[in-house]
């Protein structure tokens, strides 16, 4: 168990454990103190979109065609 004085030095951020980069006001460029404040690119959010509707498209392809009992149609071996 670590002594007093250790666990004193811990807190005031002495030693091997201490991250000089967590503590503290940060900066997001611009002089912003905040991420979401400012213009936001909205060029990852549409990819995300389109790659998931383009998953649950071919994933309710796959399951009408096993309820049609199609199992060797191409929608039910590999939907893309």
Known sequence: MASDG??????????ASFNKYSAGKK????GRDAPNIGPSDTSG???RD???????????KRIKAGQRGRYMSSDYMSPR
């Open 27 to 30: 900066r997001y460029g611009g």
């Open 45 to 47: 959010y549409k990819d």
């Open 6 to 15: 250790d666990f004193l030095a811990y807190v005031m951020g002495r030693g």
């Open 50 to 60: 389109l790659r998931a509707r383009a998953r649950r498209s071919a994933m309710l």
